[in-house]
């Protein structure tokens, strides 16, 4: 019985304990200092060994500005041989608060001098020093432990005080010797350096690193040196100088494959920089032994062909073509072939039928759900631009039915509204974009929400849907690459439905079909009508981020690309473009990229 009441009373002790802990913590955090500090000196009362509470407790006599009783507490403390060292720095700050800095530097070194009885105290005491920004004092203390006790490793701790000393280049060299030496991960430190560099190569942090870079290389010719130079070459957005790089690793590792040459490759072609992509996917194509790989790396190729492709061009591409399917024939392993094909025989040279029976014929292929969910999405495509809705519905609504909870599904049901709204089938358009708006894939419930709002606000004021239609046939012409057609069509609304909810639409389409026609200052008149015309419409910071892209991609105007960005920064906040106009702002303004 006995046992059992001493058990209760540990019991009841702990929870009062824990719930002083909770409410001391809670009332500190709300900057209710004055309630914080009653429950804190309990805790220290109850619990004086525990250096937590008491450190706490100081804290939040600082707070109060009750610097005696601080004073007091730790000097109380500070009297027991085996005290915390971090304890003597917490007194020093107290004097340091008091603008003493000679008492505080005496029990700076007071702390500091406990590292020769204990070295493991080095971590403590130095990372303490950190916390308060003494950071000379931390590099002595990190210094003096790994000097006592070589075991010890604080060139991480150190790499990082550098930094903030500003002493770049001696960060760069503590970082750098850590990666070399196997003594932390390579992305860990290049975390950590990428808030030094910017996308500019002038820039002197860069300049340091790249010369530090190079120095090593030439010390200790390594792959990692190269991959770092790789790195930086590829923020600098120097994707030439990288794939330089990339193809020295590439010969120099037994069994290398191109999987670091093809990322790079696409984030050239992303970048726009087609000359080197084209030289990557060549260079892939023409050393990679594997024959799938090899033929991605040709269908990249004559993706870059078609971007904006002569009839030479496209005669060409058609022989490179054929000549894929004489060596690859009809298998599961390259659908992406037979995929790329239907798709240039359709959007290029307006044969349908004969990619129609391509994919149909793929599709008996022995593939699994996702295979098949593939090729049936390429069929569906074609088949609407064919306008044959109804069987392209038919293998949407298959994918949709089999891949219900992956995205290849969620597009799938996309598909399925957008071919209904072509057909002119509003309402069960907006039956499944509702289901879209909350999908997983950021893309797919944007555009739903697009075509949603355009479907419904340009039906209740127009019963016979008159504008709606004439823009559905324009959206469709403009999907079969018939641009001029579908501008002329959406001219007719805007000449006809002025002042209709659909003219903002239809500025905003036709300027994205005038940009692909090149015409880029009419292109910019239809988006900076949408701005001012529109400036509280659902489409304005589609029109604002247009304008900031056709500024600084094709019209060369940076300072005007930077206003658009602004603009989306500060005024639409929850905008899908939000993101990369804040990326692209500072990218222009020459900020460093974390």
């Known amino acids: 019985m006995k046992v059992l009441l001493n058990i209760a009373i540990l019991l009841i002790t702990f929870s009062t304990v824990a719930q002083d802990d909770f409410l001391a913590k809670q009332y500190f955090n709300d900057g209710d200092f004055e309630k914080a500090v009653v429950y804190y000196e309990k805790l220290v009362e109850k619990n004086p060994r525990r250096t937590d509470y008491t450190e706490a407790l100081t804290a939040t006599y600082q ?32 004097y340091r608060l008091q603008n003493q800095l000679e008492k505080a530097q005496e029990y700076y070194q007071k702390a500091i001098s406990k590292i020769e009885k204990n070295p493991n105290y080095g971590y403590g005491i130095g990372s303490r020093f950190q916390n308060y920004a003494l950071l000379d004092e931390a590099l002595t203390a990190y210094t003096k432990a790994m000097e006592l006790n070589p075991q010890l490793d604080f060139n991480y701790q150190m790499a990082r005080i550098y930094g903030e000393q500003g002493d770049i280049e001696k960060m760069y060299v503590s970082y ?31 300049i340091k690193l790249k010369k530090i870079l190079l120095q090593n290389a030439q010390k200790n010719p390594e792959i990692l040196w190269n991959e770092l130079l790789s790195w930086l070459f590829v923020q600098q957005k120097q994707y030439g100088s990288a794939f330089r790089q990339e193809k020295a690793i590439y010969k120099r590792v037994d069994g290398a494959n191109t999987q670091r040459l093809n990322t790079l490759g696409n984030l050239a072609f992303v970048e726009k920089e087609t000359e080197t992509a084209q030289d990557i996917y060549q260079y892939i ?33 058609q022989k490179q073509f054929e000549e894929l399917i004489d060596i690859h024939g009809f298998k599961s392993q390259t659908l992406q072939l ?59 609504s298959q994918i949709q039915q089999n891949l219900k909870n992956d995205v290849l599904g969620q597009n799938a049901r996309y598909k399925v509204a957008q071919t209904s709204f072509y057909k002119g089938d509003f309402d069960w358009a ?33 019963s016979t849907q008159t504008a709606l239609k004439k823009y559905a046939r324009a959206d469709l012409l403009a999907y079969q690459n018939k641009t001029k057609e579908a501008i002329t069509e959406l001219d007719d609304i805007l000449q006809n439905h002025k002042g209709e909810k659909i003219e903002d639409e239809a500025l ?40 900031a892209e056709l500024y600084r991609n094709k019209l060369n105007q940076p300072e005007k690309a930077k206003s658009h960005y602004e603009k989306i920064i500060y005024n639409y906040q929850d905008s899908y473009y939000f993101p990369q106009a804040r990326k692209n702002f500072r990218i222009l303004r020459g900020d460093a990229l974390n």
């Open 63 to 94: 707070q109060l500005e009750r610097y005696t009783d601080a004073e007091n507490l730790l000097l109380e403390k500070i009297k027991d041989t085996n005290v915390y060292p971090t304890l003597l720095i917490e007194m020093g700050y107290n």
């Open 430 to 462: 907006l039956t499944q974009l509702k289901v879209l708006r909350s999908s997983t894939s950021q893309l797919i419930a944007n555009d739903a929400m697009q075509l949603s709002l355009l479907i419904s606000d340009n039906s209740l004021e127009d």
């Open 338 to 396: 037979q995929v790329a094909y239907s798709n240039f025989l359709t959007f290029k040279k307006e044969n349908p039928e004969k990619a129609i029976q391509i994919l149909k014929q793929s599709l008996e292929l022995p593939l699994n759900e996702r295979g098949k969910a593939f090729v049936k999405l390429a069929l569906g495509d074609i088949l609407v631009y064919d306008k044959r809705f109804n069987e392209a519905l038919i293998y949407f």
């Open 508 to 547: 905003l389409k036709q300027g994205q079909l005038l940009e692909l026609s090149n015409d880029y200052e009419a292109a910019e008149y239809n988006y900076q009508k949408i701005t001012e015309f529109y400036a509280n419409g659902i489409l304005a910071d589609d029109a604002h981020f247009a304008l």
């Open 285 to 317: 194509a023409d050393n990679s032994g594997d024959a799938v790989t090899k033929l991605n790396a040709q269908l990249n190729l004559i993706d870059i062909q078609l971007l904006e492709p002569t009839e030479k061009d496209l005669e060409e591409v």
């Open 176 to 206: 750098l010797t850590l990666i070399s030496e196997g003594k932390t991960s390579k992305s860990k430190v290049l975390r950590n350096i990428d808030e030094f560099i910017t996308a500019d190569p002038e820039n002197e942090n860069n």
